[in-house]
């Protein structure tokens, strides 16, 4: 089953702009991750924010995290047409058992 | 570091044909996992192991489907016998949980085509 869902499904933005995207999640969380896949590739990790974290920063990438409301949120500012990409995130629940459970992801497209 | 390594990149096999996928993680990581991804569903967690012991496999469609873990260097999916519903990407990742939570470090997919 499913834990996390994103929105949107599908995001299409000018170089430039800044692009957010959404993950609501079920059940209580360790920890929760955000990957990104290329086309054709597996995927690659990002940022990991823990159930006692609110926001977190990578370089141009900001992660915030709400559990009373059960989602995140990926910001990525200035975006570049190398962003286009598809992005998940992903939730371990807070069993700890280190198993991650996958949103549907939210294909994003920079246009140059 | 080479990263997580699968093998065959590209498989294609007839309905009814055994169908097996490798898997070689990194070094020192102590967990392994399998995942399906399909445009309908999306990626599915198939089963995952820890220090090559199968910690939970209820993600497994059905008998057809089985995966072992020799060792700590090594992985297969075994499908059989294959059937077209099974055509889709199959990853393979590897992890070091530690106490910050695991990272997971995917390998570049299977592409299996059941025609």
Redesign the interface.
Same mark, same amino acid.
Request: glycine share 8%; hydrophobic share 30%.
């Given at each position: 089953s499913?834990q996390g869902e994103e929105d949107p499904q599908a995001l299409s933005i000018q170089e430039g702009e800044n692009a957010t995207m959404n993950c609501s999640y079920k059940t209580s969380i360790?920890?929760l991750?955000w990957?990104r896949q290329n086309s054709?590739?597996?995927?690659?990790?990002l940022i @990991?924010i823990?159930s006692n974290e609110r926001e977190k920063h990578s370089g141009r990438l900001r992660v915030t995290l709400d559990t009373s409301k059960k989602s995140s949120s990926l910001l990525i500012t200035a975006s570049r047409a190398a962003d286009t990409a598809s992005y998940?995130c992903?939730t371990?629940r807070s069993s700890n058992?280190?198993? @991650?459970?996958?949103?549907?992801?939210t294909t994003l497209q920079v246009k140059p | 570091d080479a990263g997580v390594i699968q093998s065959p990149r590209h498989e294609v096999t007839e309905m009814g044909q055994e169908v097996t996928l490798r898997c070689k993680p990194i070094s020192g990581h102590d967990y392994l996992f399998w995942y399906r991804q399909t445009m309908m569903r999306g990626l599915e967690l198939l089963i995952y192991f820890n220090n090559n012991v199968p910690i939970d496999d209820s993600g497994m469609p059905e008998d057809r489907f089985s995966a072992k873990m020799p060792n700590a260097s090594f992985s297969t999916l075994k499908i059989q016998p294959s059937e077209p519903r099974d055509s889709a990407v199959y990853f393979c990742a590897s992890s070091l949980r530690g106490t910050g939570g695991g990272l997971l470090h995917f390998g570049n997919g299977t592409r299996l085509t059941v025609t």
């Amino acid at each position: 089953s499913q834990q996390g869902e994103e929105d949107p499904q599908a995001l299409s933005i000018q170089e430039g702009e800044n692009a957010t995207m959404n993950c609501s999640y079920k059940t209580s969380i360790n920890n929760l991750q955000w990957y990104r896949q290329n086309s054709g590739r597996g995927l690659v990790h990002l940022i @990991l924010i823990r159930s006692n974290e609110r926001e977190k920063h990578s370089g141009r990438l900001r992660v915030t995290l709400d559990t009373s409301k059960k989602s995140s949120s990926l910001l990525i500012t200035a975006s570049r047409a190398a962003d286009t990409a598809s992005y998940f995130c992903a939730t371990e629940r807070s069993s700890n058992t280190g198993k @991650l459970i996958f949103g549907q992801g939210t294909t994003l497209q920079v246009k140059p | 570091d080479a990263g997580v390594i699968q093998s065959p990149r590209h498989e294609v096999t007839e309905m009814g044909q055994e169908v097996t996928l490798r898997c070689k993680p990194i070094s020192g990581h102590d967990y392994l996992f399998w995942y399906r991804q399909t445009m309908m569903r999306g990626l599915e967690l198939l089963i995952y192991f820890n220090n090559n012991v199968p910690i939970d496999d209820s993600g497994m469609p059905e008998d057809r489907f089985s995966a072992k873990m020799p060792n700590a260097s090594f992985s297969t999916l075994k499908i059989q016998p294959s059937e077209p519903r099974d055509s889709a990407v199959y990853f393979c990742a590897s992890s070091l949980r530690g106490t910050g939570g695991g990272l997971l470090h995917f390998g570049n997919g299977t592409r299996l085509t059941v025609t």
